[in-house]
């Protein structure tokens, strides 16, 4: 190997000679020199005021502007009503008479501070604002292609009903729906390519930014001037708006008889997106994005007298209107939030009572079952079987932001835990050791899960009395084991966890009657206890109200508990 004291790799040579070792530096010129050449270089040009100063040095003396009024004059002022760099020519003048001139070493400390101001702010908030974006128009794209595909598939069913006379239409609608699929796929691609174009912008300014940032030369520096309010200027987001299959009798008129597809539209939303904040920072204190806790929760409204036998246990929100519950019965149901009353029931395919269930982004029920091993999903009222496991038994699933299922299992026998992520039946990831081959979860059944905003997975477990928080890659984040004092003094037991839109992690507290709410990192921030008796499930509306289960009382409250 070679020695790294006889390596000439780093040493800088002079700029005129390109032999001998750097020594000197030429601030007005920006040439690197040895003292050989110090002379030969001030000679080639004696009309500049040279500045030569040592290596270590350089940078370190002002490029003062040239004057546009007196040729070879630095300016070493600035007149602040007329907005122009002058000299001391000028200021002999009666030109600037009664002006207020300042310092140009003060007028370029005020321009790098506001400049390096409009960078944080474009690294801080813009850019991570158009990231979000992408990610949002990237999932509507891959939504958008999961339900053209639902809405291929009903067509498909109700054709297999008229047989092989009306294979011909179900083709022509077929066609229709995929035209109307590229159509909007391609206004969302159009989009995307838009605010990539946005992010490349930005990226460029801030390129720009920093070469003024790093520069002395004044001149370069007042040239620049970061686009911040245009960049402010978001984008419209884009909803695609999908048609609808409605089927027909079998008539004489089989092309109008067999079923029509709705027009389709995309909705833009002027304000559809906002400008990404930190809640910890002065500004996202008074975004309206930004929600405060309230000082004291409210219970807005309880449904009673639901139809369990002995506890209920979770509920899952299908709408601001709907919510699912299970309980300890076969059966899984939907009741009105506002009416309190039964508008559905769906009955377990094996007869037990489900573990956990959990509502999709398209609206689909989802139950795991214990006793045959299966994780299954509601449509149209069918069942289907999604995921069958051997050697293992699943517990808590949750839908997450890109549709896939999260679900908790143990090993036959209590060895083993883990959480896996599917995506339909298909496995994408095992969570279930740190990085020394330490098991990350304890091995009894009662394990509820959720993913945060911010795609860490949120693991309550009721035998270790712990929060466990992963990040999206499966890494051990934090684990929160409740907060002291509790309220009845009684050991910290979680149960139902749930998140919001601010990225708090609720989680019930079932020993002490009470939810603890911490924020995305583990701290913890309030109890809420609303006169709860032994709470279990937890589920958030699209307005952060939550949903909370009353186990043996067989009651779900709403609560309010944030402005």
């Known amino acids: 190997m070679m020695d790294p004291r006889a390596s000439a790799q780093d040493v800088m040579q002079c700029d005129l000679c390109e032999t001998a070792m750097v020594q000197m530096h030429c601030d007005t010129c920006l040439v690197n020199l040895c003292k050989a050449c110090v002379g030969e270089h001030i000679s080639t040009d004696e009309c500049k005021d040279h500045k030569v100063v040592k290596f270590q040095s350089r940078k370190s003396t002002p490029l003062y502007p040239g004057c546009t009024s007196h040729n070879k004059e630095r300016c070493e002022m600035f007149c602040n009503q007329c907005h122009i760099p002058v000299c001391s020519t000028c200021l002999a003048s009666d030109q600037h008479l009664g002006h207020k001139l300042l310092k140009m070493m003060q007028v370029l400390q005020e321009k790098k501070e506001k400049i390096a101001k409009g960078k944080r702010e474009l690294n801080e908030t813009i850019f991570p604002t158009y990231q979000d974006i992408v990610s949002d128009v990237q999932n509507r794209m891959s939504q958008l292609k999961k339900k053209y595909g639902n809405l291929l598939t009903a067509i498909t069913k109700h054709g297999e009903v008229w047989h092989r006379e009306i294979d011909k239409l179900v083709k022509k609608l077929k066609a229709e729906v995929e035209e109307m699929k590229t159509t909007q796929s391609h206004t969302l691609q159009k989009h995307l390519d838009e605010v990539n174009k946005k992010i490349s912008d930005i990226n460029n300014e801030i390129s720009s930014i920093d070469a003024a940032l790093d520069s002395n030369d004044i001149s370069t520096v007042l040239s620049v001037m970061p686009d911040v309010d245009e960049y402010k200027k978001l984008p419209q987001k884009i909803v695609p708006l999908l ?59 309880t449904i009673l007298h639901i139809g369990y036998r002995h506890n209920l246990f979770n509920v899952g929100c299908l709408s601001d209107e709907e919510i699912w519950t299970c309980g300890d019965i076969r059966t899984m149901k939907l009741y009105s939030i506002n009416q309190g009353s039964l508008l559905k029931s769906i009955t377990t395919t094996s007869g037990y009572s489900p573990q956990d269930i959990a509502v999709t982004n398209s609206g689909d029920l989802v139950y795991t079952d214990y006793w045959d091993r299966t994780v299954n999903i509601v449509k149209n009222e069918e069942i289907q079987t999604v995921i069958r496991l051997q050697n293992w038994t699943p517990h808590g699933v949750c839908s ?98 749930t998140t919001d839109s601010q990225s708090h992690i609720l989680t019930a507290d079932y020993y002490n009657d009470c939810l603890h709410i911490i924020d995305q990192d583990g701290q913890f921030l309030r109890y809420i206890d609303c006169g709860l008796s032994e709470p279990w499930g937890l589920c958030i509306d699209t307005n952060d109200n939550l949903f909370v289960v009353k186990c043996r009382n067989k009651q779900v409250k709403k609560i309010k508990y944030q402005q």
């Open 243 to 301: 048609p609808k299959f409605t089927p027909g009798r079998i008539q004489k008129e089989l092309c109008k008889m067999f079923g029509t597809l709705s027009s389709i539209s995309v909705r833009s939303e002027e304000h559809g997106y906002s400008i990404k904040t930190k809640q910890k920072s002065p500004e996202a204190a008074s975004s309206p994005v930004i929600k405060q806790l309230l000082d004291e929760p409210q219970t807005v409204t």
């Open 400 to 497: 997450t932001a890109a549709d896939d299922l999260l679900v908790t299992m143990v090993s036959d026998g209590g060895k083993q835990s883990k959480v896996v992520r599917y995506s339909g039946s298909k496995k994408k990831q095992t969570v279930q050791f740190d990085d020394q081959g330490h098991p990350l979860y304890s091995f009894d059944h009662y394990k509820y899960i959720i993913e945060n905003r911010n795609l860490d997975i949120c693991v309550a477990e009721h035998k270790a009395r712990a929060v466990k928080v992963v990040n999206h890659a499966g890494k051990p984040r934090f684990m929160y084991i409740g907060h002291t004092p509790a309220p009845k003094n009684k050991p910290f037991c979680p149960l139902g966890i």
